[in-house]
T-cell receptor, first 109, second 113 residues
């Protein structure tokens, strides 16, 4: 069974704060993704990667950085968090389909 | 550009009702199409997948047919149960290499007992 684990599950920060969301997959997949989910917008791709050290820009990358340190680990960084980044964030990896983690709910006050 | 449209934000049904969720897409190619389901507190999971080769997907009583003429990929189920209450996303993949999916905005299905 494909496994994608995200941490933390919930995070609250203040405007201007520094946040790192973590994702680990044990599927040996090359591709990993970060999405955000907002009501009325569905899931929108922030960044993705096809291997350690690689980073590709998605559809809504502004205000986000990401880093893929290993095959298993993909991090999303918000260096100056803003209230518009309050959202539900999902990490995923892909084999013949996308496998999603359980999500991280981020609130920026 | 490529897009997926789900116009129904919310659907409320009673158990044993027929389900129909509308999805249309726009792309210059013949994409692979997906329906994902998201239960409360969980990430989305694949419900069914349809390619240009097979045209129809069936899973757990749900069915979707790929209609290239109308560029539609509607989701149907003959008789819904309370346990089907979830958010349903239609999606298409841009390329099989990177598996970049474009998602619709989602339809919240609530099934009343």
């Amino acid at each position: 069974e494909a496994a994608v684990t995200q941490s933390p599950r919930n995070k609250v920060t203040v405007t201007g704060g520094n946040v790192t969301l973590s994702c680990r997959q044990t599927n040996s997949h090359n591709y990993m993704y970060w999405y955000r989910q907002d009501t009325g917008h569905g899931l929108r791709l922030i960044h993705y990667s096809y291997g350690a050290g690689n980073l590709q820009i998605g559809d809504v990358p502004d205000g986000y950085k990401a880093t893929r340190t290993t095959q298993e680990d993909f991090f999303l960084l918000l260096e100056l968090a803003s209230p518009s980044q309050t959202s539900l964030y999902f990490c995923a990896s892909s084999g013949n389909t996308l496998y999603f983690g359980a999500g991280t709910r981020l609130s920026v006050l | 550009g490529d897009s997926v449209t789900q116009k129904q934000g919310q659907v409320t049904l009673s158990e044993d009702d027929f389900l129909f969720i509308n999805c249309t897409y726009s792309t210059t190619t013949y994409p692979t199409l997906f329906w994902y389901v998201q239960y409360p507190g969980q990430g989305p999971q694949l419900l069914l997948k349809v390619t240009t080769a097979n045209n129809k997907g069936i899973s757990r009583g749900f069915e979707a047919t790929y209609d290239k003429g109308t560029t539609s990929f509607h989701l149907q189920k003959a008789s819904v149960q309370e346990s089907d209450s979830a958010v349903y996303f239609c999606a298409l993949v841009l390329s099989s290499g990177s598996w970049q999916l474009i998602f619709g905005s989602g339809t919240q299905l609530t099934v009343m007992p």
